[in-house]
Structure formats: structure tokens, C-alpha cells
């Protein structure tokens, strides 16, 4: 197989498969009869995308700021504590055991909590999109600071570069691909939060479209309320992706 055509294929691979799925799930749906308040088809969730495609719509756009404003502050204070824990090994030490600790706490148990500071709304939603989406952010560029080679600092150290030119201009750009590879994880966590937090502190947006169609028993609205929050998802991860190849293509091999 010809390179060019091998990397075209690789192009539309995800597409084919997710055709492939598609297919599969209305033939499953077709030939065993299953009803839609159980499993609904793909035609099913087309059929109530249209219909619903007002609502559908005002919820995703509420949905979605909400969620890139948790996201935006969650790349602020993630590269602000990635760059002081990733250029001091004491705060590596200290602090990385810490916020894997606080990691580890489910986030959904902080909506009830962020309910009572800030009442029912997007308050809530935007936090829990921040709580869940910062420590891939902080983490990666920790580590690329972290990791940086000794042997490098001291050759430029010698040169005269001072500690804060050598983590600028060395550092940081070395971080580049651990920091787009950390936004691609966080972006589709900060969906997950923000839905979390509708579906419980919200009477706006997917997660409440979700626990309102399904208590209407209304399952193809419910999962056309999935695939469009799992289609805002995939559209970000693709722009950071896009983002990522273009500014750090000197970091990929073999053209990727």
C-alpha cells in the first residue's frame, strides 16, 4: 500500500467505522424489533434530532459555553500550577502527591457542595467542568518542565542563561506536545462535568435535556442529547488536534 493512499485511508478510518457502527446498530434495531423506549435505532435518534432541533439546540449552546468557560479557566490555573510545580523540584515533590489525592475525589460529589455556594445555574456547571478538566493540564506541564534534561540546563546555565530563560525558552517549548496532548483529555472531561452538573444543579442544558427526556420516557431524545454532546467533544479534540500538528509538527514522525 502506496504511503499517500495509506495515510488517506487513515484519514477517513474513524468515519468508516463509525458508519460501520451505525449500520450495524439499525440492522440490530430492525431485525430483532426492539423498542425504542429500551434501545432506540439511529433513525429513531435522527427523527427526534429534527424534531427537537430547537430545544436540542438552545440546550448544546448552553451546554457548550459553559463548559469552554470551565475549560478556559481550567487551562489558566493549570499552566499557572503546572509552571510552579514543573520548574521546583520541592513543589514536585510536595505538591504532585496532593493534587493526585484531590484528583482521586469523585467530582460529582462536589455539585451538591457547589450548589449551596452558588445556588442552581451555570455556576455549578462551570466549576465542575474546572474541577475535572485542570490536573491533565497541570500534570503534563509539570511533567515536561520536570523532565527536562540535566545535562541540557547545564550546558545552558554555562552559556549564561539564567534558571527562568531556561525554563522559558527551553522548557516550555519542550512542553508543547505533553500541553495539546493534555488538552485533548481535557476538553472531553470538561463536557463530562458540565453534563454531570446540568443533569443535577441545572434546569439548562444536555444534562437536563438527558434527566428530562428520560423521566418523559422519551429515549431517542435522550440519546440525541448523547450524540450531540459527544459531537461538541469530538469537534474540540479535532481542533486541538489540528492546533497541535501545526505548532509542534517538529515533535511527530513520519508526518502525523
Known sequence: MTSPFRHRVEQFAPWLLLLAIVLVWQAIC?????????????????????????????HAWRTYWVTMTGFGIAVVVGMLLGFAIGSSPFLYSAAYPLMTAFNALPKAA??????????????????????ISFFPIMVNIATGLATMEPEMEDVLRVLGARRMDVLLKVGLPRSMPYFFASLKVAITLAFVGSTVSEMNASNEGIGYL???????M???????????????????????????????????????
Not at 442552581?120 to 467542568?129: M, R
Not at 459527544?230 to 508526518?255: D, K, N, Q, S
Open 110 to 131: 462536589f455539585v451538591p457542595i457547589l450548589v449551596v455556594w452558588f445556588g442552581i445555574g451555570a455556576g455549578p456547571a462551570i466549576l465542575t467542568a474546572f474541577l
Open 218 to 256: 422519551k429515549m431517542p431524545l435522550a440519546f440525541a442529547g448523547l450524540v450531540v454532546i459527544g459531537a461538541m467533544a469530538m469537534a474540540m479534540y479535532e481542533l486541538f488536534a489540528v492546533i497541535e500538528r501545526r505548532t509542534t509538527g517538529w515533535a511527530h514522525r513520519g508526518g502525523k
Open 30 to 58: 430492525s431485525v430483532f424489533q426492539v423498542s425504542e423506549f429500551i434501545f432506540p435505532s439511529p433513525l429513531a435518534i435522527l427523527d427526534a434530532m429534527v424534531e427537537f432541533a430547537g430545544p436540542i439546540a438552545g
Open 210 to 216: 438527558l434527566v428530562s427526556a428520560g423521566s418523559s
